[in-house]
């Protein structure tokens, strides 16, 4: 049965066409935040998220302090102590449910430790999906090598040359894997894989509320519209490009 989004702008609501139908699959989705560590700007996605796999649970994860984004983004030691727990906590998840899905999901920085998550799995553990949204990742880290061993299903990757905090802000003050150059957010990862999708920002997508820039990934339109069909249980890498595709094709046409 099909269901609606309820999507929120300026304290108002309306009803949008979903991006999917309902599933009844069983799951777990974990997200980690941005290099401030606040949750609630989360909380619209995670709502979205609720409505279209009320069997998933979400566990959104702090992964530094709140507010303290530079700290953060420089704490190797914390991160990767951290990333190992999280590794840790999916071998347990995969051990104890084999055949659920398990997708993990980072936001900028959190887009950064999700990838370093992928080198502490244990070699017989494995990701159903990555998705990484503007990741805070140098472009040459080794996500093809990663998803052969630790992605089951694909890695998509989202990433804009108009984002300042992943293009200038990481030549700055570095990625998560400590390399002062552009992110993987914005150039995208400098390899080619069948397990990953790389989703570049296109003047066309304004029409979906995405202006390029970094806050533009929380807008609920391009959520709704983009990112939200990549944790759909049922669709696969190669749908998730046509819709893309297809999305982008329906603007021109206007």
């Given at each position: ?216 990934y929380l807008g609920r339109r391009w ?32």
């Open positions: 049965m099909a269901f609606v989004w309820l999507a929120y702008a300026g304290g108002s609501s309306h009803v949008v066409q979903p991006p999917f139908e309902r599933s009844d699959v069983s799951g777990t989705l974990i997200l980690l935040p941005g290099i401030h560590n606040t949750l609630f700007h989360l909380n619209g996605f995670v709502e979205m998220v609720r409505l279209g796999l009320p069997n998933f649970v979400v566990d959104r994860r702090k992964w530094g302090l709140p507010f303290l984004g530079i700290r953060n983004l420089r704490a190797a030691a914390d991160n990767r102590a951290f990333a190992r727990t999280v590794a840790a906590d999916i071998a347990v998840l995969r051990r104890t449910q084999p055949n659920a899905p398990i997708y993990l999901m980072g936001y900028s920085g959190g887009g950064g430790v999700a990838s370093l998550v992928l080198e502490e799995l244990p070699d017989d553990v494995a990701l159903d999906r990555l998705l990484l949204i503007a990741p805070a990742i140098s472009a040459d880290f080794e996500i093809d090598m990663h998803a052969a061993e630790h992605v089951r299903e694909f890695v998509v990757n989202f990433a804009s040359r108009k984002d300042l905090q992943v293009g200038l802000g990481t030549r700055l003050f570095g990625t998560i894997d400590r390399k002062n150059e552009y992110s993987a957010g914005y150039d995208g990862f400098d390899v080619r894989s069948e397990k990953l999708g790389q989703w570049h920002w296109r003047e066309t997508d304004r029409r979906f509320g995405h202006l390029g820039n970094h806050i533009s959520q709704r519209e983009f990112l939200l069909p990549a944790i759909d249980p049922r669709v696969t890498l190669n749908a998730l490009e046509r819709l893309w595709q297809e999305r982008r094709a329906e603007v021109r046409d206007e």
